[in-house]
């Protein structure tokens, strides 16, 4: 989805997985930093909406999901997975019930597959599964944000803010009388800040919930059977995910970021030195300068000076070896 906000003054276009949206509006600190005082918003329309309704809904995707949503209370937000029978991540779903529908935003473009695996688990239940992406927009108002909420949005309040799903139609009006608008390199950096995984980007066709501290916020250990739990409990039993997500404070004096997929290793190894991980995602941040989370073998010590490429790296621990 193209986003309708991209003819607003200063709106460059983002480029890759969050293409359709603003990179940025002129200035990434100045919108960075608006967004850290709770002020503005962010444009997250390229995302895709689905809703599942129904009297079933809940009791259904329960048994699909790796959180406990079987009594989840109106107006709560919360996050799941779905995992492949061996425990990888294969889609990440941020949820709201309204009370009579289940409302979930996912990565550009996944809303597809993921509404084909949903068709296919039906059976007998009372639910019925749309793609809402033409009809609603997803924006994002920061944690501390005074701002109005409009009439017709489901609210999705986090920690982190609120998603509100929003009628596409009524978009410009949104950011008319909600500025200033932050692109989402702004997002991005404060989610890195934050230690916020993210499907696609912190993830590969092997991930599993422990490596990135998905666990509890995305994962309820206490509920019944779903496809991948099995890998879930043993790997939470053993409590040795092989790889584990790390923050990282990268040298500043580079000019270039590191970007995903750069290698990892132990600064005392140098550029021939083994492999031990990759960047996932890198930002500039307005207090913090360059930072990135990435993913590194458990083994790692967790004091060890690193090197993403030619760029020195201290990291943070994320998720405990």
Known sequence: MKSSLLALPGAVPAEGRDEGVAAHYGDLFREQRALAAGDGFVDLSHRGVVTVSGDDRLTWLHLLLTQHVSDLPAGRATEALILSANGHIEHALYLVDDGETVWAHVEPGTQGELIAYLESMKFFYRVEVADRTDEFAVVHLPAGSIAELPAGAVVRETPHGRDLFLPRADLESFAAGHGPAAGILAYEALRIESHRPRLGFETDHRTIPHELGWIGSAVHLQKG?????????????????????????????????????????????????????????????????????????????????????????????????
Do not use: W
């Not at 099995?230 to 500043?252: C, M, Q």
């Not at 030195?273 to 207090?287: C, K, M, N």
């Not at 083994?299 to 990291?315: F, S, W």
């Open 225 to 321: 059977c779903y496809r991948g739990q099995e890998t879930v409990a043993r790997v939470h039993n053993l409590g040795k995910p092989p790889r584990r997500l790390v923050f990282l404070h990268l040298d500043g004096s580079e000019v270039l970021l590191p970007g995903h997929g750069t290698p990892i290793r132990l600064a005392s190894d140098g550029a021939e030195g083994r492999q031990l991980g990759f960047i996932t995602t890198s930002a500039r941040h307005h207090e913090l300068g360059p930072i990135a989370l990435a993913m590194v073998k458990r083994n790692v010590p967790v004091d060890a000076e690193l090197m993403a490429g030619e760029t020195a790296a201290a990291q943070e621990t994320v998720v405990e070896p």
